[in-house]
T-cell receptor
């Protein structure tokens, strides 16, 4: 069975601090995809990144970086020099094989204080 | 280009009533999925449609049904509404299920917030 766990329910930091959001997943498939989405108060889920199970290279996009470790089944997300606009709920999600079905974690509410 | 559009944005219904939610995917996208997001939780998969056929169904009762039209827009119907059906209903569109062996990412609309009283 698929499962995604985001153990941090809420995180609050001061602007310009670095913050890491944890994601641990469970799957029996060898082919799977991992995603991060951002959900601002408007409700729309904004796609941030997709990573397949065969690519363990870390990725950096501006202030965002992702660390994928199959050995620990983790796909963590780091925001460097956080800004108030980063405040949102962040979801990690998993999709197995050829399915479009996304299994989401419970989400982490990130608050960046000025 | 327009993103995924959903209507209505908000809806209040009474227990026992029926509701229809609508979704227009991004132009060129042929796959539409529906998710239910209860307050404080992550979205839960309800249905996926591709080329007007159901390709996946989540663990939801038969009161939930959906369909996809020739223009790839979609409707989600919920019958005999319960208080527990109150949630944000999200529609996601994607180009396809797979494109050259790559699971394509889903783009979400802003959702329909359904309140059942």
């Amino acid at each position: 069975a698929q499962k995604v766990t985001q153990a941090q329910t809420e995180i609050s930091v001061v602007e310009k601090e670095d913050v890491t959001l944890d994601c641990v997943y469970e799957t029996r498939d060898t082919t799977y995809y991992l995603f991060w989405y951002k959900q601002p108060p408007s409700g729309e889920l904004v796609f941030l990144i997709r990573r397949n199970s065969f690519d363990e290279q870390n990725e950096i996009s501006g202030r965002y970086s992702w660390n994928f470790q199959k050995s620990t089944s983790s796909f963590n997300f780091t925001i460097t020099a956080s800004q108030v606009v980063d405040s949102a709920v962040y979801f990690c999600a998993l999709s197995e094989g050829g399915a479009q079905k996304l299994v989401f974690g419970q989400g982490t509410r990130l608050t960046i204080n000025p | 280009d327009a993103g995924v559009t959903q209507s209505p944005t908000h809806l209040i219904k009474t227990r026992g009533q029926q509701v229809t939610l609508r979704c227009s995917p991004i132009s060129g996208h042929k796959s539409v999925s529906w998710y239910q997001q209860v307050l404080g939780q992550g979205p839960q998969f309800i249905f996926q449609y591709y080329e007007k056929e159901e390709r996946g169904r989540g663990n939801f009762p038969d009161r939930f049904s959906a369909r996809q039209f020739p223009n790839y827009s979609s409707e989600l119907n919920v019958n005999a509404l319960l208080l527990g059906d109150s949630a944000l209903y999200l529609c996601a569109s994607s180009l396809s299920t797979w494109v050259r062996g790559i699971n394509t990412e889903a783009f979400f609309g802003q959702g329909t917030r359904l309140t059942v009283v």
